[in-house]
Structure formats: structure tokens, C-alpha cells
């Protein structure tokens, strides 16, 4: 016989709401935010973070700049977009540092909590952890090489 514990152990598994491990481990829920961190976007700031985003097909949202990252995960990012082989042309970086707006205001566009955060095509890749998952198995190169974003091979 089953012992009173174990069965509601169970009971409490199978009433909980299913979800993909990815999407349990990739996308924070916004009910996962404080209501500190969770307010509405200004119409003039989304405007600017949507045009931050279409800038250039590769965009990284970070602390620092490319040259002088301020923190080990921007460094990290852009240290694995050197790897990859990005062309600097169709790459663009944004110091959150410089603006407190921006800075909240990105984590809010994207739902992601962690900066840096990664954009290309205008579609939110995700931040440090996520391009380093990508980058050891693989899909990040797909995905740029697919995108066109990678500096052409010399003939």
C-alpha cells in the first residue's frame, strides 16, 4: 500500500501545470517578476529599444562597450561573437550602462531578467548563458551562418 506522503507527492506532480523543460529553464514567465521589476514600458522608450533592435542584424545589449566590456558575461558574449566569426559591419553594441532607461527598459522588451542580451534579425536570442549553450553545441553558427552575418570567406 501506498504510504500517505508518497500519494500526495504524486497528486501535487500531476495537478501541476505541464510545461517544456526549455520553456521552464529559457523564458522566465513576467509572472516570475516583482512587481518592482514588472511595469509598463513607455511608449517613447519601446519605440527606442524597437529601433535599438533593428539597427543592425546582430544587436547585443550590454554593459560596456565591444572594446572595454564592464562585466565577465558582456566580455563573454563578445568574446563568443569574435569566435563565431560575426562581420563587425552587421554588428552593433549597447552600454545599458549609459542609460538607466534603457537598461530596465530591455529587460521589460524582452522579459529576460540578465543583461547582456543577444538580438538577431530583430529576434531576442537570449543572454550569456544561452550563446554559450549555443555556441558549444552548435546552433549559434548555424543560425548566423543561415542569417548571413559572419565576415564572407576569403577566395
Request: charged share 20%.
Amino acid at each position: 500500500m501506498f504510504s500517505r506522503p508518497l500519494l500526495s507527492s504524486a497528486f501535487r506532480q500531476a495537478s501541476r501545470p505541464s510545461r517544456p523543460l526549455a520553456a521552464q529553464c529559457l523564458r522566465p514567465q513576467a509572472a516570475r517578476l516583482t512587481p518592482l521589476q514588472l511595469r509598463l514600458l513607455s511608449t517613447e522608450t519601446k519605440a527606442a529599444i524597437d529601433k535599438a533592435v533593428g539597427s543592425a542584424p546582430v544587436v547585443l545589449f550590454m554593459k560596456g562597450t565591444p572594446e572595454t566590456p564592464q562585466c565577465g558575461f558582456s566580455r563573454a558574449s563578445i568574446q563568443i561573437l569574435g569566435l563565431q566569426g560575426v562581420d563587425p559591419k552587421k554588428f552593433t553594441a549597447f552600454n545599458v550602462l549609459e542609460d538607466e532607461e534603457l537598461r530596465q527598459g530591455i529587460k521589460e522588451y524582452s522579459e529576460w531578467p540578465t543583461i547582456p542580451q543577444l538580438y538577431i534579425d530583430k529576434e531576442f536570442v537570449g543572454g550569456c548563458d544561452i550563446l554559450m549553450s549555443m555556441h558549444q553545441n552548435g546552433e549559434l553558427s548555424k543560425m548566423l551562418e543561415a542569417k548571413g552575418v559572419l565576415v564572407p570567406a576569403e577566395t
